[in-house]
Every structure is written in structure tokens, then in C-alpha cells.
């Protein structure tokens, strides 16, 4: 038995990359974090930080060697996992909580691959290539939408022909679920309340942005939908437009229906508005520094934000708490207090000193009202999944 024998191997894998992380569920300790980057090209590499930090070229290693590597580094570093816990984009309607790997739920998860084509594939890759470096553990997966699986068909029904829902699975399925779900119960023990007592939103603002209405721990409507262009402005994902603007643009810019795609996802949002950047905190300095089309930017990121989280105060009927998390939610007090000042009729009173304490490392109250509170609250995603691969190995 060496120290780390009850942590988990957190893999995350994207189309050219793998973020791993050897976590321990109790205390929720990461001993080793690490990335193999720019996968399939020359340029291929891996670097690590734990106990000791490293790098190295890997050659033009694919999915399969850097997790050789990984192997290896774990080897190295005397660090045997207990199991294995993969982030898995889109289960579909099949899985409305985490599995272990089988035959049949890869069938399964391969069935729901046409919903998320460019995500799915790969952590499935993922998955096989962990089975074949480590073929003596255990391995899980752990679904983005699982989480919002609870939502009733009045929140995840789009107003369309009923047939595309039962036929072609057109509905929405919501993502971040892993979030949503790690920062609703953090916010519970914050507020020394039970989770089940709880009317929350979870407002989770990364480079992809949702909010979710969570009652009584279970997600009751979320901003993204059948895909995670919906809803809230992002990095460089627009969130909610005219439905027609597709056809629109078509007809007027001559552009096809996959340049308008693109359009959407990589080059609206943040970075759309601005011209700048799809990153907020320089978006922030800009727009102090005088720039216009940057304070245009944070200014409909924020209302945007704030019309929406208002919204799903709907699906709750009351609200307790609202949760800000990822990396602008835990570390601008800026978009906080923007967005907060913009919903006083939800009773949320700003604590300015508050909110300019509160960040990443010290997540808390930031109103002064505690009914409803508003928090911070920093989510840890790779925590969720090594908790709930714990949980299924046992
Ligand atoms: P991802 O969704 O890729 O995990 P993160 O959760 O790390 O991304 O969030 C990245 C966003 O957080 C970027 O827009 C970045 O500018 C923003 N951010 C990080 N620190 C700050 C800060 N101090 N002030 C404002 N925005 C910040």
C-alpha cells in the first residue's frame, strides 16, 4: 500500500489533449495534475505538477502512448490509483447518474455520440485508451448532463414538433452537471443547511457559462440545452439568438449553414462583442483602460446574465442562494457585483467588502442579506468525479 492507494485517476480527454489529475476523494487532495498536450503532433508533450513538477516531449504520441506516459509518471512517482474516473460530455437520456465501464454502457454512450460528435468520440478514445494502460483498474464515467437528467419535461421540451423529441431525441439535456452538482452541495454546508431544504442557482461563469435552478439538491432547468451553445454569453459562444438567424445570415452573407455554426461558437460571446478577447479579466482592464466595445461586452455578458438567473428563479418558485463558481464567477468581484446590482427585486443586497474578499481561495457570502445569500463558491470538478468513481468501486 503506498500513500495514494484510495485516489483516483481523473481524466479529462479532449480532441489534442488529456487533463489528468490523481486525486484523493476524502480530502479531496490532488497529488498530481498534469496535461499532455498538442496529442498527434510533433510537438506532443506532458507536463505535471505535484510533489515534484516536470515536463517532456513526448513525440508524436497519440491519446494512447501519453497515457503510457502517464502510467509511467504514476510508476515513477511511487503513485498506484485505485480506479479510474472519466468526464464523459453527453449521456443522453440513458445515464442520469455516473457508471462503471461495461460492455453496455459504452454501447450506450456510443448511441448518444450523434448529440455531442465532436466531444463524445474522443472521451470514449479516452476511455479505451485508459483500459489498455490500465487494464487491472476499475474505470467510470462521469456524464456533463447526468445532473440535469431531474429536469421536468415543462424546463427541457423545446416548443417544436413533439415527434423530434420522441424520434430524434431533440430536447435539452443541460451541461457543467458536475459543477452544478459539486457547488450546490458546498453551498449547503456554507449555509449549514440541507441540501434538500435548498431553492439554489448556480450561476457556473468559466470560458462556457450556465446557471442551473436546483431544488432540494435536483436540477429543475439550466441555461444550456440541447447543446452547450444555448443560453448565457461565453468566451466565444454566443448563448441565445433569434432561431432564424441561421437562415438569416445564409441568405444574406452567402455563408453556409457550418460557417454560421462556427460563427456561434468560436467567434461570438465575449470575443464577438469586443473584438478584443474571449477573456474576461483582460476584457475588465480594457474596458478600463477606456475601450469601448470591451465594456459593451461585459456589459450584455452581465445583463444576460442576470435576465436568466432571474428566470430560473421560476422553476424554484423561492430563492435561498445564489452560487457564483468557475474561473470569472470565483475571481471577479466585478461581474458579481454588476450582475447582483441588476437584481434587487430577488432581495440580494450586495456586500461590497464582502465581495471584494471573497475569491477562489476563500469562498463566502457576499450579501448582506443570508435569505437569499449570495456566494462564492469554488467548484472542483475533478473532486465530483474522483468522489463518485470512489463511491461506484465500492
Ligand atoms: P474553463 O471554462 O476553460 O475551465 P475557467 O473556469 O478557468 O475556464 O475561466 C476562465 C475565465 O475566467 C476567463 O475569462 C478569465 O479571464 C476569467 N478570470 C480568471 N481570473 C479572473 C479575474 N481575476 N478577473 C476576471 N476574470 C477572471
Not at 17 to 41: D, N, T, W, Y
Not at 268 to 296: F, K, P, V
Request: hydrophobic share 40%; charged share 20%.
Amino acid at each position: 500500500m503506498n500513500a495514494a492507494s484510495d485516489s483516483i485517476l481523473v481524466i479529462n480527454c479532449g480532441s489534442s489533449s488529456i487533463k489528468f489529475s490523481l486525486v484523493q476523494p476524502q480530502s479531496g487532495e490532488h497529488l498530481l495534475k498534469g496535461l499532455a498536450e498538442r496529442l498527434g503532433s510533433e510537438e506532443a508533450g506532458l507536463s505535471w505538477k505535484g510533489k515534484v513538477n516536470g515536463e517532456k516531449t513526448i513525440g508524436a504520441a497519440d491519446h494512447k502512448q501519453a497515457l503510457l506516459e502517464v502510467v509511467e509518471l504514476l510508476r515513477v512517482s511511487g503513485l498506484t490509483p485505485a480506479g479510474v474516473g472519466h468526464r464523459v460530455v453527453h449521456g443522453g437520456e440513458q445515464f442520469s447518474a455516473s457508471c462503471l465501464v461495461d460492455e453496455d454502457a459504452l454501447a450506450a454512450t456510443r448511441a448518444t455520440q450523434h448529440l455531442a460528435p465532436l466531444h463524445n468520440p474522443v472521451n470514449l478514445l479516452g476511455i479505451e485508451a485508459a483500459q489498455a494502460a490500465f487494464p487491472e483498474l476499475p474505470q467510470v464515467m462521469v456524464f456533463d448532463t447526468s445532473f440535469h437528467q431531474s429536469m421536468p419535461r415543462r424546463a427541457f421540451l423545446y416548443p417544436v414538433p413533439y415527434e423530434l423529441y420522441e424520434e430524434h431525441a431533440i430536447r435539452r439535456y443541460g451541461f457543467h452537471g458536475t459543477s452544478h452538482r459539486f457547488v450546490v452541495a458546498k453551498a449547503a454546508e456554507q449555509l449549514g443547511r440541507p441540501l434538500e431544504e435548498l431553492a439554489l442557482v448556480s450561476a457556473h461563469l468559466g470560458n462556457g457559462c450556465s446557471a442551473a435552478a436546483v431544488l432540494g439538491g435536483k436540477s429543475m432547468d439550466t441555461t444550456m440545452g440541447l447543446t452547450p451553445l444555448e443560453g448565457l454569453v461565453m468566451g466565444t459562444r454566443s448563448g441565445d439568438v433569434d432561431p432564424s438567424l441561421h437562415e438569416h445570415l445564409c441568405n444574406t452573407l452567402n455563408l453556409s449553414l457550418a460557417e454560421v455554426g462556427s460563427l456561434l461558437n468560436k467567434k461570438s460571446g465575449l470575443l464577438g462583442l469586443s473584438g478584443l478577447t474571449n477573456d474576461m479579466r483582460e476584457l475588465l482592464e480594457a474596458e478600463e483602460a477606456g475601450n469601448e466595445r470591451a465594456a459593451i461586452a461585459v456589459e450584455v455578458f452581465c445583463f444576460r446574465l442576470a435576465k436568466q438567473i432571474a428566470s430560473l428563479v421560476v422553476s424554484l418558485g423561492r430563492l435561498d442562494a445564489l452560487l457564483f463558481t468557475g474561473g470569472i464567477g470565483e475571481n471577479s468581484a466585478q461581474v458579481r457585483a454588476r450582475c447582483l446590482k441588476l437584481l434587487p427585486f430577488l432581495g440580494l443586497d450586495l456586500d461590497e467588502v464582502a465581495n471584494a474578499v471573497h475569491g477562489r481561495e476563500s469562498g463566502g457570502r457576499i450579501s448582506h442579506s443570508s435569505s437569499p445569500a449570495a456566494l462564492v463558491v469554488a467548484t472542483d470538478e475533478e473532486l465530483l468525479i474522483a468522489r463518485d468513481t470512489a463511491e461506484l468501486l465500492t
